[in-house]
């Protein structure tokens, strides 16, 4: 086990003219890491989350050393908690803003700065709750960037059905969905919502406009615990181990 626990993250600093500067994003780099190779890359949101109660780190260095999975960065971006509802929900104040912090400014950086693959099928949006929300409207918004999205029971309510709805053709979108089967009286800052429900109906939504998708509902509540759980399987999703 100790391999896994020794994870290599390098803390960054970027420069931005859209939210707060400079904003902190934690990269983990791979075992094995070398700048003479490419690499696809894990952007997610509630960075410090995902790397102390999700463990992504020692996650992806437990698929990466035992089971072939292709190596992959993964940035986690930082997030106030008194603005985090403002920046990732679709009706808030700050969440135009943070997206083109998000597609003009972290993008350019961290691919100038690490060798990353510019192809956006090499690019995962990984988000939960609202984490989720605003890791699918940078993908409706910035399709030539992002295609690919984990979602760990996204908050997907009103604003977000309506803009699926608006779109013609989502084929281009790989999106994997879980939401915790126990989710239907979830208390958030804007009232209480039944996640299953509208998680239920993105799915219909987005299917119907021949998006990829990857559905599941298991035992469980709006927690880590049951995320946590679920981050291996979502993993190998995106970076299927490599034939040899």
Known sequence: MSDYVKRTIVKEEIPSQFVDSPRSVKVYLPPGYSELLSYPIVY??????????????????????????????IAGVSVERSKRTSEYSPAGSRNQAYKRFFAEELLPYLENRYPLRRDPSARVLAGDSLGGTVSLHLALDYPALFRQVLSLSGAYFQPTQEQISAQADLSWLNIW???????????????????????????????????????????????????QKELPDALRHFFPALQL
């Open 177 to 227: 969905m879980v939401v915790g089967q126990d989710e239907t009286q979830v208390e958030t800052n804007s009232g209480t919502f039944d996640f299953v429900y509208w998680n239920r109906l993105a799915k219909a939504h987005l299917e119907q406009r021949g998006a990829s998708l990857s559905y599941r509902e298991k035992p469980g509540t709006h927690v880590w615990g049951l995320w």
């Open 44 to 73: 997610c949101q509630d960075g410090n989350d995902f790397f102390t109660m999700g463990r992504i780190a020692t996650i992806a260095n437990q698929l990466i050393l035992e089971e072939g999975v292709e190596p992959f960065l």
